[in-house]
């Protein structure tokens, strides 16, 4: 019998597609970006002047959107990465998912309420809920 | 070896002058230093087992312009990258553990949000001088070579037998199977958490601190803890991206260009493992350590801006 057990097969094969994808997107919306093929909400020479400012200054000075605000821009270069990392941050989410039904037909309960637990406090960070502000 | 090390320093004690003047300083110098500076890091950091983040925090926040906020988001999003890269194989090849893992993981995920959002409210001179004592520990722990201090047959203790951080481990070279079993778990658990909150709140990754914990303390085999860690990474990095990336603390001018580079880097630095001494250049990250975490506290303490 194989050592590695199937669910560990499982959450790889999830996590090698959703990466590829992730960094591909990466890779091409930061070349858009950078080579103003895709217009950017701040635009690229104003960087310097903000960029040593705290995210909550910078984002009041830019104009930036908080939170999830920027979905509204993917038409923007610089909000199309914001896309690409965000879905590199929940592809752990997506792997736990994929998982936790070969817990629940198993009948393994604490894995699946640790595995249920992990997708809470994700999906709570991704959401916003706890992000605050200053 | 010698003459990289030399032109490495020149680099860093000539940015602050650079950084200082970024406003002049064309923007698209910036991306470029950092694709160089990330495809350096990449490299070092695969030959000297260490993770991204933990070099890429304290030297960019040290010696460039961006504020630490956004160094500290990248840093995180750069250590994330890497550990979801290098995760797949690992995991077929079952040179990491998902059941030893999520345990820690999750514990460690809820401490790196708490440390992400104590990390954004503190004052920035105080994360800036917590940050350079932080890496001077590190570099301390990094003198020290790993190596289990456990021995006798692995038998896992009550907490680790009921969460199910116990298993079979095959050697990749000789294929044989060794069974593994973690031991003072309540302890592991703990120094996880601890280890998510210092992630969180200053972008570090966590690599240097989990291979430590796994192997050192818990007696899981080092090769295990070297692949588990990437995996127990990828979710605690998430979790605490998340907290920057909804504070706006992620700018993708510094995140992509260094994503980008540090995996390049790692690529070379596979090929680069086989021709130096992985001691050697583990010597160099120590030195690059201790010269970064001054500058950190240094820089807080506004005594070297």
Known sequence: MSPVPAEQTVYA???????????????????????????????????????????????????????????????????????????????????????????????????????????VVLLAAASGALAGGH | MRRSSLLLIALL????????????????IWPIALFVLSLALGVLAVVA?????????????????????????????????????????????????????????????????????LGLALPTEAVQVALGAAILGIALVMMKPPGSTLAGAPQPDALAAALGMHGVY????????????????????????????????????AGWANVAALNLLMGIPLKLSVGTSGFVLSVIDSSAAWIYLNRGAVLPVLVAPSVIGVMLGARVGVR??????????????????FVAGLRAILKGLGVWL
Not at chain 1, 72 to 92: E, P, Q, W, Y
């Open chain 1, 13 to 119: 094969r999830w996590l090698e597609w959703g990466t590829r994808v992730g960094l591909w997107l990466l890779i091409a919306a930061f070349a858009a970006y950078a080579l103003g093929v895709l217009e950017p909400q701040v635009e690229l020479s104003r960087l310097p002047a903000l960029w040593g400012l705290p995210a909550e200054r910078y984002q009041a000075m830019a104009g930036a959107p908080a939170g999830w605000g920027w979905l509204r821009f993917l038409h923007k270069g610089d909000h199309l990465n914001l896309l690409a990392l965000a879905l590199l941050s929940l592809i752990t989410v997506v792997c736990y998912l994929r998982i936790l039904p070969i817990h629940l037909r198993r009948g393994e309960r604490l894995l699946a309420a640790m595995v249920l637990s992990q997708i």
């Open chain 2, 13 to 28: 004690h000539a940015a602050p002058a650079l950084a200082a003047n970024g406003g002049a300083t064309p923007w698209w």
């Open chain 2, 49 to 117: 087992g260490v993770g991204g983040g933990v070099l890429f925090v304290p030297i960019v926040s040290g010696f460039f312009p961006f504020h630490l906020d956004f160094v500290r988001g990248a840093g995180l999003l750069l250590a994330l990258c890497g550990a979801l890269s290098a995760g797949p194989s690992l995991l077929r090849d079952g040179l990491a553990s998902l059941r030893l893992g999520m345990p820690l993981a999750l514990l460690g995920s809820i401490s790196a949000i708490g440390g992400a959002l």
């Open chain 2, 170 to 205: 095959r050697e990749p070279a000789g294929g044989q199977d060794s069974p593994w079993a973690a031991r003072r778990t309540p302890g592991g658990l703990a120094v996880f958490a601890l280890i998510g909150a210092l992630a969180g709140m200053f972008g570090l990754g």
């Open chain 2, 272 to 289: 680069v493992l086989r021709m130096v001494s992985a001691s050697a250049v583990r010597r160099l990250v120590v030195v690059v350590l």
